[in-house]
């Protein structure tokens, strides 16, 4: 298994896990409640144990090949690089220590977010649980009470049961809960990408080459867009060139799923114009200012519009599947056909959902 088949795995579990929960019966029995919390525990304990197994050796490939590929990248500027078999590289202290922190970083924050999400399962499916106990012994919940009390459980671990992260408050002062296949997923994306980073610039110190030019995609954000083709000093020791030593400067990954990479930019073997041209660069660095153009800015508003809307599709669906169980359509791919088409079966699907809904508030 590697890192992709990995974020694949997590979103298996998580969704046979909301199988679980929307299949369950009698939850207001103890013992049934009981026997669902545990099944849901043990199921997230086997993604802890599977990240433990797969990403240590990910981790540790990611970076030999980002060292490989400097090594490519230095012997066509020139630079006369010692060669080290791939098996040796992770025993030298530079490259040893880099890959220990990554390793550790990541393996705790997976380990971290799994615990959360666990206790996140556990109280939300106690709360629900027990609200609707008062519910029932007060005479204020109507219909069948063993399936409303199910189709409860199963909305409310949708919306809220396995919540991973929450992050800071943004301008508007809200937080939002990440669930825990896709904070795992920004997690395990963001730890191959520094491998990546880290393993380049540690072959580049090593081979005495102080200076690297970040990649240029298009479409990319407006954070990622500021750095784009800039060359930055790994020491500090470059002048004219800003550094990772200096306050808003960086190396890539600049958020979550970047895929900006950057190689090695070898000042010995580049003209005076050439140089001058990246110092200038820096002049005009303005980590606040918007350097794309109109188009560039509506050809990546266009591609995450497109994220957007398949995200948006996603959680639709899941929302759907919560409050309907086996009457949802299979597949989120069947649940888009249906609901891009606008037609009956969507009218259907949706009015299903809407009584489905107006019946679990029912009091």
Known sequence: MNHNQ????????????????????????DKSAQKLITAVLKSLDTLGIKANEVMPQELEKAYQEAV???????AVQNVKVEK????????????????????????????????????????TIKNVLSRTKKEIANGMLLGNPRRIVSK???????????????????KNGV????????????????????????GTANRCLESNVG?????????????????????????????????????????????PHCKHTMKPWVIEYK???EIQAEKDKWKSFNPEKEVRSISQQKAYKKEQD???????????YERYTAVLGKDAPKTIGAFRRIKRSGGKSWQKLHLAYRQANRELKAE
Not at 93 to 121: F, Q, R, Y
């Open 6 to 29: 990995l974020i694949e795995y997590f979103a298996q579990v998580i969704q046979e896990i909301f199988n679980k929960v929307g299949n369950a019966t009698n939850l207001t029995d």
């Open 68 to 74: 490989a590929s400097a090594d490519k990248e230095l």
């Open 84 to 123: 080290v078999e791939p098996t040796q590289i992770l025993k030298r202290k530079i490259h040893l220590a880099a890959v220990k922190k990554l390793i550790n970083d990541t393996l705790v924050d997976l380990k971290t977010a799994i615990n959360t999400a666990k206790n996140s399962a556990k109280t």
């Open 152 to 170: 409860r459980v199963a909305k409310a671990f949708q919306e809220e049961g396995l919540t991973a992260f929450i992050t800071e408050p943004d």
């Open 175 to 198: 937080r939002r809960k990440l669930r825990l296949d896709k904070y795992a997923n920004t997690v395990v994306s963001s730890k191959m990408r520094e491998a990546s980073t880290n």
């Open 211 to 255: 200076l690297v030019q970040i990649s240029k995609h298009s479409p990319t954000c407006h954070v990622c867009a500021r750095y784009e083709g800039m060359v930055i000093s790994l020491t500090g020791q470059h002048e004219g060139f800003k550094s990772i030593l200096d306050e808003g400067v960086k190396l890539c990954p600049y958020h």
């Open 271 to 273: 003209t005076p114009a």
């Open 306 to 316: 497109i994220r957007r809307k398949a995200h948006e599709e996603l959680k639709a």
